[in-house]
């Protein structure tokens, strides 16, 4: 057998693995965050509305839509909901009256700061244990693949 057939199906072999790892790791974040969600008044799905606006500052409820692949009557029911409970706040565009954005209120930047927070605590306390030289790696290799994740989504 060639050597690279052999590693080939090594690099098979360990991309499955490496997938259903990813899989599995991101299951266990989810729930996490869930649990942390639990001590709020606020459900998932409005928690990545919240992640989305601060991460990328005010947008219209299409562009939240897009971004959370939700209907834009959902979005609309999932804003009035945050809206009612002073975490984001509708706002007139003022170059053009008829864009309406929606932006992340004090209370929902104070929510999203304490949940990642906690579950940036959540992952310090994972790896421990690990030596510092392997967070390093580990945190420059998933970033690399998500550079080039993100590269090849945005290609379209």
């Given at each position: 057998m060639a050597k690279d057939s052999v590693s080939k199906n090594t690099n098979q072999v360990e991309i499955a693995?490496?997938?259903?790892?990813?899989?599995?790791?991101a299951d266990i974040i989810k729930q996490k965050g869930r649990e942390i969600l639990n001590n709020y008044t606020i459900t998932p799905p409005q928690?990545?509305?919240?992640?989305?606006?601060?991460?990328?500052?005010?947008?219209?409820?299409?562009?939240?839509?897009n971004k959370m692949y939700l209907a834009f009557s959902t979005t609309t029911d999932l804003i009035d909901r945050m809206e009612k409970?002073?975490?984001?706040?509708?706002?007139?565009?003022?170059?053009?009256?008829r864009v309406v954005r929606i932006h992340l209120l004090t209370e929902g930047e104070k929510i999203?700061?304490?949940?990642?927070?906690?579950?940036?605590?959540y992952l310090g306390n994972i790896v421990s244990d690990?030596?510092?030289s392997e967070i390093e790696e580990l945190s420059?290799?998933?970033?690399?693949m998500y550079v080039r994740m993100n590269d090849e989504m945005n290609e379209d």
């Open positions: 693995a490496m997938e259903k790892d990813l899989r599995h790791i928690f990545i509305a919240l992640q989305w606006l601060d991460e990328l500052g005010d947008m219209t409820i299409g562009d939240l839509s409970n002073q975490l984001v706040q509708r706002v007139r565009d003022m170059q053009d009256r999203i700061k304490e949940v990642i927070e906690k579950r940036q605590k690990f030596q510092s420059a290799l998933l970033h690399k």
